[in-house]
């Protein structure tokens, strides 16, 4: 069952941008996709973004043309860079490596996102 450590969250303003990281271990990281989620409070966790072992990108609407996920696989690493942010983007942010579209590992920490001036 793979783990997972995130990174790269903070306080930021509206408009401005993150980098976020994700380490991942205890699977084979090159041969699965990886999925960025977040959690706002008060609601249920959602899929932003989903990069697959061979480099297929899925978004959620809500964050195209704003948001770029990668992967380094020689360093089991998923990225989100997240640009011109938004206060309805603040949430805490969860990766997970996925089978079938569903994430198969134990949930991390998260790193939390807080967009506000």
């Known amino acids: 069952q793979g783990q997972f450590v995130e990174s790269g969250g903070g306080l930021v303003q509206p408009g401005g941008s993150l980098r976020l990281s994700c380490a991942a271990s205890?699977?084979?990281?090159?041969?699965?996709?990886m999925g960025w989620y977040r959690q706002a409070p008060g609601k249920q966790r959602e899929l932003v973004a989903r990069?697959?072992?061979?480099?297929?990108?899925d978004y959620a609407d809500s964050v195209k043309g704003r948001f770029t996920i990668s992967r380094d696989n020689a360093k089991s690493t998923v990225y989100l860079q997240m640009n011109s942010l938004k206060p309805e983007d603040t949430a805490v942010y969860h990766c997970n490596g996925e089978v079938g579209g569903r994430p198969f590992g134990s949930w991390g920490q998260g790193t939390q996102v807080t967009v506000s001036s």
């Open positions: 990069i697959s072992s061979g480099g297929r990108i």
């Open positions: 205890r699977f084979v990281f090159s041969i699965y996709a």
